[in-house]
T-cell receptor
């Protein structure tokens, strides 16, 4: 039973480069979330997919950030023209859809630590 | 004002102590309350999850929610060095994203 996996685990980019971060959710998990965690802070929501549909992207900080999940499983978070303030850990989480009267647990991956020089 | 407020610590206690971690939240619409534990360079893992006011116990851990004061707590009894981690409180609706506090870094000294 594999958990959520993310790759790469570490990424160093020069300012202005584009980066792509990958998330493999738990098999069968319909919902997928991306969060950004700055040093010493809690995770902050970026975007949410249910299957291939991006239901909420209100947390994406700028139009340089783009996420996709074309086949409803693997997701990619792309950051164009990276800036130093983009340096953070990017966490992916997946969950089953909520059942009546309950909320399903979000299972987190280990994160990708992005450093922009 | 951030929707979930949490004292970042750090908090250092001797082994065997009772630990009390606390958060306040502002959005009454969110009915689900969670505590996540995050070890260094790892993703958060769910410890406790409550829906209503009151207490929920799981082994050495007790989660407490007081909706009237919008206050959530996590108590750890007989703390162990392996409990050293950052503890994140979070709340959310029935689906969708979670709102996290900053996290409290706990160190349990042997």
């Amino acid at each position: 039973g594999a958990g959520v996996s993310q790759s790469p685990r570490y990424k160093v980019a020069k300012r202005g480069q584009d980066v792509a971060l990958r998330c493999d959710p738990i098999s069968g998990h319909v919902s997928l979330f991306w969060y950004q965690q700055a040093l010493g802070q809690g995770p902050e929501f970026l975007t949410y997919f249910q299957n291939e549909a991006q239901l909420d992207k209100s947390g994406l900080p700028s139009d340089r950030f783009f996420a996709e999940r074309p086949e409803g499983s693997v997701s990619t978070l792309k950051i164009q023209r990276t800036q130093q303030e983009d340096s953070a850990v990017y966490l992916c989480a997946s969950s089953l859809p909520p059942t009546s009267g309950s909320r399903d647990t979000q299972y987190f991956g280990p994160g990708t630590r992005l450093t922009v020089l | 004002q951030k929707e979930v407020e949490q004292d970042p610590g750090p908090l250092s206690v001797p082994e065997g102590a009772i630990v009390s971690l606390n958060c306040t939240y502002s959005n009454s619409a969110f009915q689900y309350f969670m505590w996540y534990r995050q070890y260094s360079r790892k993703g958060p893992e769910l410890l406790m999850y409550t829906y209503s006011s009151g207490n929920k116990e799981d082994g050495r851990f007790t989660a407490q929610v007081d909706k009237s004061s919008k206050y959530i707590s996590l108590f750890i009894r007989d703390s162990q060095p392996s409990d050293s981690a950052t503890y994140l409180c979070a709340n959310g609706g029935s689906q969708g994203n979670l709102i996290f506090g900053k996290g409290t870094k706990l160190s349990v000294k042997p």
